[in-house]
C-alpha cells in the first residue's frame, strides 16, 4: 500500500472532528482517484466536515506542528488499515468498519473462523461454567474465540480458550498501551505476546463511554456468529447481538433460570429468534450449516 496513504490515515485517527465515515470517505477518494496528497481543506470537503470544521483545522495544525514527533509517535504503533491484504474480510462488510485497526499479537488470527462469546462482567458460576463447557469443543472445530477483555464472561472465554490450546482475539476500547479494566492488564499483555489484542484507537486513548458500542460492532463484524452467556436485558452484550443481527451473523443465546435477572437478556434474544443454545454443537452444527 501506498506509504503516503497510510500516513495519512495515521494523522487522520487522530485528528479530531472527522471521525471514522470521514476517513472511509476519503479511503473512498482515494480509491477512486489515486490521489493522497490532500490539502486539509480538500479533506474537508471530501469528509464533508462541516459542524466540527475548526475543531478539525485546529487538530490539523497541531499535528502537522509536531512533525518528527509525529513520526516518532506513529513508528511506536503497529497497524493495517482497510486497504491492507491483512485486513479481515468480514470486517469489511459492515457499516462503518474501522478504517484503521491497531494491533498487538498474531495479525494471522483475523483470517481465522472465529466466534465471540460475550456476556456479563459479574457471571455468576454458571456463566463461567458453559464457557469452560463449551470452549474446548469450539477449538476442538477450529474456531477463534473473540471477545472483549472485560471481566467476567469476556476474560472467562479468553482464559479458557487459551488452556484449550485455541487461538483468541481481544477487542478493547481503549489504546493498546491502556488496561481497562486494570484488572486485565495480566491477561492483555499475555494476549499480546501470545495471541491478538486489536483496538480502532491509537495509544494514549482512555476509556470512554461511547468506545464500548463501536467495540461491540468490532467484534460482531469480525466474527461468523455471536453467543451470548447470562446477561440482563440491558447488558452491552446485547448490543453486539444486535449488531450481529444487523450484519446478517448467527446470534446464539445460552438459556438460565427463568427468575434471575441476570438471564433476561438471553431469555430475550431467544424470544426474538436467537439460537437456544445448550452446547457447543448447537454452535457448530448451524454455522456450518449456514457457512
Known amino acids: 500500500m501506498d506509504k503516503k496513504i497510510k500516513d495519512l490515515l495515521f494523522k487522520l485517527v487522530l485528528c479530531q472532528g472527522i471521525g471514522n465515515l470521514g476517513m472511509l470517505k476519503i479511503i473512498s477518494y482515494y480509491l477512486n482517484h489515486g490521489n493522497s496528497h490532500l490539502t486539509k481543506y480538500e479533506i474537508m470537503q471530501i469528509a464533508q466536515i462541516t459542524t466540527y470544521s475548526q475543531t478539525f483545522l485546529n487538530s490539523w495544525n497541531t499535528l502537522t506542528e509536531r512533525g518528527e514527533t509525529l513520526d516518532s509517535f506513529q513508528k511506536e504503533h503497529r497497524f493495517i488499515t482497510i486497504l491492507d491484504e491483512e485486513y479481515p474480510s468480514q470486517l469489511k462488510e459492515i457499516y462503518n468498519c474501522p478504517a484503521v485497526l491497531f494491533y498487538e499479537g ?3 488470527l483475523l483470517k481465522e473462523k472465529s466466534l465471540a462469546i460475550v456476556g456479563a462482567r459479574f457471571a455468576s458460576n454458571y456463566g463461567i461454567n ?22 467476567g464472561i469476556d476474560s472467562a472465554s479468553h482464559l479458557s480458550t487459551i488452556k ?45 463511554k461511547y468506545h464500548f458500542p463501536a467495540r461491540n460492532r468490532i467484534i460482531a463484524g469480525l466474527t461468523l456468529g455471536t453467543c451470548v452467556v447470562e446477561a440482563r436485558k440491558k447488558s452491552g452484550s446485547l448490543i453486539t447481538a444486535q449488531s450481529a443481527l444487523d450484519y446478517g451473523r448467527e446470534v446464539f443465546a445460552v438459556p438460565g433460570e427463568i427468575f434471575n435477572n441476570y438471564f433476561s437478556g438471553c431469555h430475550s434474544l431467544i424470544q426474538e429468534g436467537a439460537k437456544c443454545t445448550v452446547s457447543a454443537d448447537d454452535i457448530i452444527n448451524e454455522l456450518n450449516y449456514f457457512n
Do not use: R
Request: aromatic content about 6%; charged content about 15%; glycine content about 10%.
Open 106 to 108: 498474531n495479525l494471522s
Open 130 to 151: 458453559v464457557v469452560n463447557h463449551f470452549i474446548p469443543d469450539l477449538v476442538a472445530q477450529g474456531y477463534t474465540i473473540v471477545s472483549g477483555l472485560a471481566k
Open 164 to 208: 484449550a490450546k485455541g487461538n483468541t482475539i481481544g477487542i478493547i476500547g481503549t489504546g493498546l498501551d491502556i488496561c481497562y479494566p486494570k484488572e486485565m492488564k495480566s491477561l492483555q499483555n499475555k494476549m499480546m505476546d501470545e495471541q491478538l489484542v486489536i483496538s480502532e484507537y491509537p495509544n494514549g486513548t482512555q476509556a470512554k
